[in-house]
């Protein structure tokens, strides 16, 4: 377990992340995270689907459109009403994952995509004890955490050096996020009664991704929003360079783990 701070405490990061891009479009490619996820652990439409921290949307819009029935909370009010502006047919409130405003197994299906690494770890173990609450017996979940590895550790380096040289010298107080190992995050889903049936070693945005001359050409020039849609393209090198990392040292060069479980 490892713990990144940064200048600015979490729920600030978010705020202004959400608060300067716009809306996300419902997401395209189904072959990248975190789409291609939600997918595996969605299997029909016979159940309501809990997007918790769906963020500005992009995957809460996807099964909307695709006529699935699915509730976002988030608990930046910012992204929740670009949400309820861009769609007043979404099915979304600001909410926190430590307290959920939903009766006992109200879904089938629970996503959470970098969730739980943005709360300090008690809050995290409250976390995961309310998403089995409001999970189904035989429900799933499908929840996504930054690994606790080198990838993250020279990421973290990367921003702090970035931030110092940018003149922001109080780098470093405030919590950001939890990195944690594999075993770490399976253990406190099994501790509330989750049986985890597999974890996966993942790259949403790969560290090359923060040079351009390793991104893909219509990548060139940094666009959160295309990032999110298309997932975070690598150039030919790049891709050839991140792949074999991935492939050789998969829990060192992922940068985050994706775990399913079913309560039982
Ligand atoms: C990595 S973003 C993912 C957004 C979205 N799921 C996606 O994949 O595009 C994590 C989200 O969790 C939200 N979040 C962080 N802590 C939260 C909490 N305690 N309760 C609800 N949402 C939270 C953040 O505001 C952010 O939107």
Known sequence: MRITYRHQNNKDYWTKRWTDIPVDEAMEN???????????TVTGKDG????????VGRILRYYHQNGYDIVGIDFIPEAIDKLKEI?????????????????????????AFGLYHNLPMDKIKEGIKETYRVVKTGGRVCASFRADNIQTYITDKHTAHKAKKSGKTSTGKE???MNLTRSEFSKLFSEVGFEVEDILYVENMPI????????AKNHKTFDENLGRKEGYQ??????????????????????????IAQKK
């Open 48 to 55: 309501k689907i809990l997007e918790a921290g769906c963020g």
């Open 87 to 111: 769609d007043s047919g979404l099915q979304v409130e600001v909410g926190d994952v430590t307290n959920l405003n939903f009766e006992d197994e109200t879904f089938q299906y629970f996503l």
């Open 208 to 215: 090359l991704y923060k040079f351009s001359m390793f991104r």
């Open 234 to 259: 690598l150039s030919f090198l790049g891709n050839l360079i991140q792949k074999s990392l991935i492939t050789l040292f998969p829990s060192q060069f992922c940068n985050i783990n994706i775990l």
């Open 175 to 177: 919590f950001h996020k």
């Open 30 to 40: 189904d072959q990248v995270y975190p789409l291609k996820h939600a997918k595996l």
